[in-house]
Nanobody, 125 residues
Framework: VQLQAFGGGLVQAGGSLKLSCVAA????????MAWYRQAPGKEREFVAA????????YYSGSAKDRFTISRDNAMNTVYLHMNSLKPEDTAVYYC???????????????????WGKGTLVTVSS
């Protein structure tokens, strides 16, 4: 099983980034997918999640209206489009997979089946 996140980098406040997470080794379309992030010195926190077919999406309060999660089951990939980035969005972003529905209730990512290595997003002011 592998989850590989891409797309992090350095961006100025107000800018945009698109993160991708490519999955391998499991039945991607049978899993809900989510993005979490962890800033230095802080706990990991939920950012966004998407249901198995993509019909359902869930966002944290800080991500709502700025970030968009999507998935392409044919490409085994989940995306996070981030707009209007703020310095407080600086964190390592991780993708996660679970057979059960992932919502804001999984605030710290407890019980996820699979985790990927993160990608660092740095937003400068």
């Amino acid at each position: 099983v592998q989850l590989q996140a891409f797309g992090g980098g350095l961006v100025q406040a107000g800018g945009s980034l698109k993160l991708s997470c490519v999955a391998a080794g499991f039945a991607f379309s049978s899993y809900c997918m989510a993005w979490y992030r962890q800033a230095p010195g802080k706990e990991r926190e939920f950012v966004a999640a998407i249901s198995w077919g993509g019909a359902g999406t869930y966002y944290s309060g800080s991500a709502k209206d700025r970030f968009t999660i999507s998935r392409d089951n044919a490409m085994n990939t989940v995306y996070l489009h981030m707009n209007s980035l703020k310095p407080e969005d600086t964190a390592v972003y991780y993708c996660a997979a679970d057979k059960n529905l992932i919502t804001t209730r999984q605030a710290r990512g407890q019980g996820m089946d699979y985790w990927g290595k993160g990608t660092l997003v740095t937003v400068s002011s």
